[in-house]
């Protein structure tokens, strides 16, 4: 029964994610539409939001779901694991991402009513959060308490500057592009 619950628990934790990444790329792909002339510019945001809505309701929210409910299974089969220190660190992180996940709810909401608040550069910042996320939610739920907190937090901290850098730098490559 666990481990058929594990196995759950990680396919629908790969398809969350996998929705999470997608549709921050559409939001981006959305901004830009608004630069485009008309009627490219309408024919192309009414496209991005059924897209949108159809990757939300349709895989990505009942990914969170079933992710979210075979985790809370497990615990409820094995009580013991919230007696370890890394499963709270990992449910701190697992918080972080649902409010992400809630936020690009909101951005979804937002787009479907002509409103763009974050421009596509900050968009790709905020794509890169999630893989933040997932990294470190990964490393702490693999290697548990042989997890070294202050080089586990370091490496997630170098990484997450290595990211924003080459979103930094693609950016200026772009621009340099259509210059
Ligand atoms: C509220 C949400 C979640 C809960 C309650 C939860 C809980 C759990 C539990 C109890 C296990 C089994 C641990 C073990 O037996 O050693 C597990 C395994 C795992 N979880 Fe989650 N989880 C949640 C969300 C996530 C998310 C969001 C990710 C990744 C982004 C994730 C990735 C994993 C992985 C990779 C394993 C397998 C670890 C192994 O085989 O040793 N979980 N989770």
């Known amino acids: 029964m666990y481990q058929y619950t594990l196995a759950i ?3 629908f934790v790969v398809s969350w994610m996998a929705g999470l ?3 921050v790329r559409l939001f981006i792909y959305h ?7 008309e009627p490219e510019r309408t024919i192309l945001q009414k496209q991005f939001i059924i897209m949108e809505s159809k990757l939300w309701n349709i895989i990505t929210t009942p990914a969170m ?8 299974r497990m615990l409820q089969l094995n009580p013991g694991l919230l007696e370890t220190d890394w499963m709270w660190v990992k449910l701190a992180f697992v918080a972080g991402l649902l409010i992400y996940h809630f936020i690009c709810q909101n951005i979804i909401s937002q787009l479907k009513r002509g409103r763009f608040w974050m421009t596509s550069t900050q968009l790709r910042l905020w794509n890169e959060l999630a893989t933040i996320f997932l990294v470190a939610i990964v490393f702490t739920v693999i ?3 042989a997890i070294d907190w202050l080089y ?11 990211i924003m850098l080459a979103v930094k ?3 200026r490559a772009r621009e340099k592009q259509l210059k």
């Not at 901004?31 to 002339?37: M, S």
């Not at 779901?65 to 809370?72: D, E, P, Y």
């Open 65 to 72: 779901i079933i992710a979210v409910a075979a985790g809370m």
């Open 169 to 171: 730098l693609y950016k």
């Open 152 to 162: 586990g937090l370091l490496g997630l901290t170098v990484f997450a500057v290595i």
């Open 9 to 11: 628990h990680i396919i």
């Open 143 to 145: 290697l548990k308490s």
């Open 21 to 23: 990444f997608y549709i």
């Open 31 to 37: 901004t830009e539409a608004n630069e485009k002339p």
